[in-house]
């Protein structure tokens, strides 16, 4: 597994205008990996943005390295970079406190009362997204302890030949600890909820060092 990053070049007005909807950021992370398109493969690559002293990075988890020449394709030349993340996840260790970061699709299903096909609805209130966090934290090997929404935004997906639609981006950090290694490390690697192709998923941790 390998996770890269690459600064946004928020500087180029032209280059932006490509990047706007989740859709178009999508296309952008499957063309980082040319090889895969050409042998026709479908990794699951999770993905988000993450803001970092009021600057926008690409984070990208993947299962083979990237070719930084395009993850720098809408980014600031000369700062992609790629890290062996195999070596982190056999580090981890249960029981110990990690910083996290996290952004997220909080969202639930109501079934109708006529007995119909169910429908999704995004959480809307702070207290019910972390809810919903806590909700997954045991099935994907974690106790949560301190935690806290640090962003909330819509944003918006276009399908071709359909509406846009908008899609509930939450993102959490906090402190966390391992309960369950063998699922944690699946919940780093496989992401968590829904609208994982959309920015959303992924799951990051720090050792702490209070």
Same mark, same amino acid.
């Given at each position: 597994?390998?996770?890269?990053?690459?600064?946004?070049?928020? /500087?180029?007005?032209?280059?932006?205008?490509? &990047?706007?909807?989740?859709?178009?950021?999508?296309?952008?992370?499957?063309?980082? +990996?040319?090889?895969?398109?050409?042998?026709?493969?479908?990794?699951?690559?999770?993905?988000?943005?993450?803001?970092?002293?009021? $600057?926008?990075? &690409?984070?990208?988890?993947? $299962?083979?390295?990237?070719?930084?020449?395009?993850?720098?394709?809408?980014?600031?030349?000369?700062?992609?970079?790629?890290?062996?993340?195999?070596? *982190?996840?056999?580090?981890?260790?249960?029981?110990?406190?990690?910083? +996290?970061?996290?952004?997220?699709?909080?969202?639930?299903?109501?079934?109708?009362?006529?007995?119909?096909?169910?429908?999704?609805?995004?959480?809307?209130?702070?207290? /019910?997204?972390? %809810?919903? &966090?806590?909700?997954?934290? %045991?099935?994907?090997? +974690?106790?949560?302890? $301190? *935690?806290?929404?640090?962003?909330?935004?819509?944003?918006?997906?276009?399908?071709?030949?359909?509406?846009?639609?908008?899609?509930?981006?939450?993102?959490? $950090?906090?402190?966390?600890?391992?309960?369950?290694?063998?699922? +944690?490390?699946?919940?780093?690697?496989?992401?968590?909820?829904?609208?994982?192709?959309?920015?959303?998923?992924? &799951?990051?941790?720090?050792?702490?060092?209070?």
């Amino acid at each position: 597994m390998y996770l890269s990053r690459v600064k946004i070049n928020d /500087q180029n007005r032209r280059l932006l205008k490509d &990047l706007n909807h989740a859709g178009a950021y999508h296309n952008w992370v499957e063309h980082c +990996f040319p090889e895969e398109i050409e042998q026709q493969k479908r990794l699951r690559h999770l993905w988000r943005i993450d803001y970092l002293s009021g $600057e926008r990075y &690409l984070l990208v988890l993947s $299962e083979n390295k990237p070719d930084l020449r395009q993850m720098e394709k809408y980014g600031v030349p000369g700062t992609a970079m790629t890290k062996d993340y195999s070596k *982190f996840l056999d580090n981890l260790t249960t029981g110990m406190p990690y910083q +996290f970061r996290f952004t997220g699709n909080p969202v639930h299903r109501v079934a109708p009362a006529d007995g119909g096909r169910s429908k999704t609805y995004p959480h809307v209130t702070v207290a /019910q997204q972390m %809810e919903w &966090l806590s909700d997954r934290s %045991e099935l994907n090997g +974690f106790k949560l302890h $301190e *935690f806290n929404v640090v962003n909330r935004q819509k944003v918006m997906l276009r399908h071709h030949n359909s509406r846009p639609v908008k899609l509930s981006c939450v993102s959490f $950090e906090g402190m966390l600890e391992i309960t369950d290694l063998n699922k +944690f490390k699946a919940a780093l690697i496989n992401g968590i909820g829904r609208e994982k192709s959309y920015g959303m998923g992924l &799951l990051t941790v720090i050792p702490y060092r209070g």
